[in-house]
């Protein structure tokens, strides 16, 4: 039994959001189920109050920040306050007046550390997410003469489905091997519009539901879609059995606050990716396990002369570069899925529940 729960006598109050097959509604499971299996005085905001009720409770609230104004998503407050942020913007003067709110703000990557620390933020840690060992777990790849390339996310342009989309539609012009799998559905599709943003695809929005209008994006900009399967919406305990009927996973993404949880569950199932160095997903790449995009320039975005956003854009030759070694060298692919799936080993969900009690 570790030594803080000998002692411990004051109560953790948990606001984390509900939800599934997103994110943040996956964090909040596996942190709820993990810190009250550790620490048996942890209670849930959500069976306690509204999130508009301003009580006091007598002792530690560990919060979810809504957005990047670090806005808690309860407004009850306790003895000590940990707030956890997973952001992609800027930091403003809001951000920096409501982080006074918390005695620890627990963050999604290294990243997100170093953009705190920078703001003059000192009462800060990371806390990386965690992957189901028992869910997502290493397979042999299969032995086939199809090359399958995976991609996934809610489609928005901090995601880079865009660059997804020009790459695959080049790779499938110059084989006829290559299948494209993606898992791209967005619970909130008014996100979606930023992909106006895009230098890469033609980007209109035709068709009554998401899974029709992706198609009808993917054919207008060249993806063949007799060699793809665009998927709706699957819960997340069938993803395994998507990643595993892949080979490579193409993760070009701008920006990530955290670790990128999807890629995390695709690498432990013995994929390896190639994917962004960059953000938050440096936290669980390495050359071992994955084929690194390092040749990124950067995209800055302003708004009323501010600059909110301050990202990465990948490099589509070096993409393609990768794509035609994976697609020649089997034998790297499979070395670099094995590597993948032990590395990500070691994020799990309790230590992440640790990192948070290490705290009281």
């Known amino acids: 039994m570790p030594a803080f729960l000998n002692t411990a006598t004051q109560s953790l109050y948990l606001g984390l959001p509900r939800g599934q097959n997103f994110g943040w509604g996956t964090c909040s499971h596996y942190l709820k189920t993990e810190l009250r299996r550790l620490y048996p005085r942890t209670f849930l905001l959500e069976d306690l109050c509204t999130f508009e009720d301003r009580k006091f409770l007598d002792g530690t609230i560990f919060n979810v920040l809504k957005d990047v104004n670090f806005e808690p998503l309860y407004k009850a407050r306790g003895i000590r306050n940990f707030g956890y942020a997973v952001f992609e913007q800027e930091l403003n003067s809001n951000s920096i007046q409501n982080a006074k709110n918390f005695d620890c ?7 997100n550390l170093e953009k705190l620390k920078a703001a003059g933020i000192p009462n800060c840690l990371v806390l990386l997410h965690g992957v189901d060992g028992k869910l997502f777990s290493y397979s042999e790849p299969n032995n086939r003469d199809s090359f399958v390339i995976f991609s996934g996310g809610k489609f928005e342009f901090r995601k880079a489905q865009d660059v997804v989309i020009r790459a695959v539609s080049i790779f499938q012009k110059r084989h006829k091997e290559v299948l494209f799998v993606n898992a ?170 640790r990192t948070v009690l290490a705290q009281l």
């Open 184 to 353: 791209w559905h967005n619970p909130w599709p008014q996100t979606m519009v930023s992909m106006a943003n895009s230098r890469w695809i033609s980007c209109e929005f035709r068709g009554t539901h998401i899974t029709e209008i992706l198609k009808n994006i993917l054919a207008e900009n060249g993806v063949d879609l007799q060699r793809t399967i665009v998927l709706g919406e699957v819960p997340n305990d069938r993803m395994r059995e998507v990643y595993q009927s892949t080979d490579i996973g193409l993760f070009p993404n701008r920006c990530e606050g955290a670790t990128n949880l999807v890629l995390m569950e695709y690498m432990a199932c013995g994929r390896p990716a190639i994917a962004t160095y960059a953000t938050g997903q440096r936290d669980v790449l390495t050359e071992e396990s994955a084929f690194l995009l390092r040749e990124n320039q950067p995209l800055q975005m302003e708004q009323d002369g501010k600059l909110i956003a301050d990202w990465v854009e990948p490099s589509l030759e070096e993409i393609l570069a990768h794509l035609e070694f994976a697609f020649t060298h089997r034998d790297v692919v499979r070395q670099k899925g094995l590597a993948a799936s032990q590395q990500i080993k070691r994020f799990t969900w309790e230590a992440a529940a």
């Open 105 to 111: 703000i627990f963050c999604g990557s290294s990243w």
